[in-house]
């Protein structure tokens, strides 16, 4: 068997074997960049970009109104650009987030710690979210979306850890 390999060209034999390697660290690379642009929190109920443009179908607000009443309380996600932030130290922040076009209200019960963290957004930065979808809406900040929580990426290079802890709040409404 060593005399077949000796009769090889020598670019068969290191040549071939470099390219697969290169081959497979570019499709490692590839992998690893696809990958860390996914969300590392598991994603729970609805998406509301989904269900914003499925209400825009309706032709009737009565149709409408009954189709908010329908998702009233119920979990949903989302990802947006960070507009704005509002509240007061200690008690419920209020993050202006731009989904698509739509403002969204996703206010946040924040202590000292998360409030340092969302002080660090810049504006037009992506977020992604999760909460409850109220059925209401504020004046001048579009939806409203109670026990609001941004889950961490790769991605946005900003990490919230705190998605276990609201989640729990949230399941126990």
């Not at 149709?63 to 998702?71: A, D, I, T």
């Not at 739509?102 to 340092?116: G, H, K, L, Q």
Request: aromatic share 14%; net charge positive.
């Amino acid at each position: 068997m060593d005399n077949q390999k000796q009769d090889w060209p020598s670019w068969a034999k290191y040549g071939v074997p470099t390219i697969l390697t290169i081959i497979g660290l570019i499709l490692g690379f590839l992998y690893f960049i696809s990958s860390s642009s996914k969300t590392l929190e598991p994603i729970e109920g609805i998406n509301i970009a989904d269900m914003f443009f499925k209400m825009d179908k309706l032709g009737t607000s009565l149709e409408k109104s009954s189709f908010v009443k329908e998702y009233t309380d119920s979990l949903i996600y989302g990802k947006g650009s960070y507009l704005d932030l509002s509240g007061t130290s200690g008690g419920d922040i209020t993050l202006f987030i731009n989904l698509g076009g739509r403002p969204i209200s996703c206010v946040v019960n924040a202590n000292t710690e998360i409030e340092r963290q969302l002080l660090l957004l810049k504006k037009g930065q992506k977020i992604q979210f999760n909460g409850l979808f109220s059925g209401g809406s504020v004046f001048g900040g579009g939806w409203y979306i109670k026990n609001c929580v941004l889950l961490k990426s790769y991605s946005d290079n900003f990490i919230l850890r705190f998605y276990q802890i609201v989640k729990s709040r949230i399941q126990g409404f």
